[in-house]
């Protein structure tokens, strides 16, 4: 992994980002290798989430998250190859949610 960038932008009313800049972010995410794994929107809040991946063949090469809602516009990026195994080490710190990764392969088999 090369890197993780975070840019978040608050703000006071409603919806004072344009869609122009929400434009902005998005068409970066449509290039040859970006493909979106999921999309959740919220009826009730007015919350957008996607998630991209950015592959070559069975290599992730990129993660980028992006969450709009009404007066918050957040881009995450994870930029360079991506370990699920080490980025699962990541999980509650420095603001990384839990991700679900399975983290004792043993376990899985065990289960099985």
Not at 13 to 22: G, M, P, R
């Amino acid at each position: 992994m090369k890197g993780i960038y975070v840019k978040s932008f608050t703000f006071e009313k409603e919806n004072e980002f344009t869609s122009t800049e929400v434009e902005s972010v998005m068409s970066q995410l449509r290039g040859a290798n970006w493909s979106k794994i999921l999309s959740v929107t919220s009826k009730k809040g007015g919350d957008n989430v996607e998630v991209y991946l950015n592959l070559a063949g069975d290599q992730i090469n990129g993660l980028a998250v992006i969450s709009i809602d009404p007066k918050e516009f957040t881009v995450v990026n994870i930029v360079g190859p991506i370990d699920l195994e080490k980025l699962s080490k990541l999980e509650g710190q420095f603001g990384v949610p839990d991700l679900g990764i399975e983290k004792d392969k043993t376990k899985k088999k065990d289960k099985d």
